[in-house]
């Protein structure tokens, strides 16, 4: 039984965390701020990057006014250095080959700006999978906003039920909000404990995703 699968992108399928932090760590250089530790920035990522710069700069006592400004600073480094350091997770491309093998849909719901995820998806071998890439600044709203999620389903053609596959409290609230089940990955962003995200199942290594996507695809569903 096939299914339509959407993934979040940052934590889930790739590890970004080494070129977000750079990108971070050159805007604050610009406006002569010391660097800050990547276990520092981690637990600023996972709302889109206008959230991870609000919430750097509020780390580090810089004035709010400036926001705009050092948003659009941040992204031009991002843009710049999108690739250097960012790896796909282990088992990744064969777990797409296989959904896809299966029938399923796969697209990206993810609250990095599209130009940038696109990129990323290109640079690594992973866009040919997708069929549909939604990013946070595709619409006027992002996750945690369920509409997010649900247009970038409805941007897929209709292969079965309904899953979405991400990593932190974000991407399980959201699920949540929308209804659909949702696949934790264990080795991503998330600050919490497994036990406290809503999710139907969960997982730590890609091997395990397509068993528990034909798992949702075949448990007839609730009348």
């Known amino acids: 039984m ?5 993934f979040d992108l940052d934590g889930t399928l790739i590890d970004s965390l080494p070129d977000l932090s750079q990108a971070v760590n050159r805007m604050l250089a610009d406006v002569d701020h010391a660097p800050l530790p990547q276990s520092t920035v981690r637990r600023f990522v996972g709302n889109g ?16 006014a400036r926001h705009a400004e050092l948003t659009q600073t941040t992204l ?12 796909v997770y282990p088992g990744v ?8 093998d299966m029938g399923c849909v796969l697209g990206i719901c993810t609250n990095k700006p599209e130009a940038p995820a696109r990129h990323v998806l290109d640079a690594l071998g992973l866009a040919p999978y997708f069929d549909a890439v939604l990013g946070g600044d595709t619409l006027s709203i992002r996750k945690p906003d369920p509409a ?6 409805d941007a897929l053609p209709d292969a079965g039920p309904r899953i979405y596959v991400g990593d ?15 696949l934790l990955f264990t080795e ?36």
């Open 2 to 6: 096939t299914a339509t699968v959407v």
């Open 49 to 64: 990057l206008p959230k991870l710069v609000q919430r750097t700069m509020d780390h580090c006592g810089l004035p709010a």
């Open 76 to 87: 031009r480094h991002y843009k710049a250095a999108a690739c250097d350091k960012t790896t």
């Open 93 to 100: 491309p064969e777990a797409l080959i296989r959904l896809r």
């Open 148 to 153: 997010h999620l649900q247009a970038s389903f």
């Open 168 to 182: 932190s409290e974000v991407d399980a609230e959201t699920a949540q909000r929308a209804r659909v089940p949702f």
């Open 188 to 223: 991503g962003y998330r600050k919490s404990p497994i036990a406290e995200l809503p999710h139907h199942a969960s997982y730590d290594h890609n091997s395990a995703l397509p068993d528990l996507v034909r798992r949702i695809a075949e448990t007839p569903p609730v009348k």
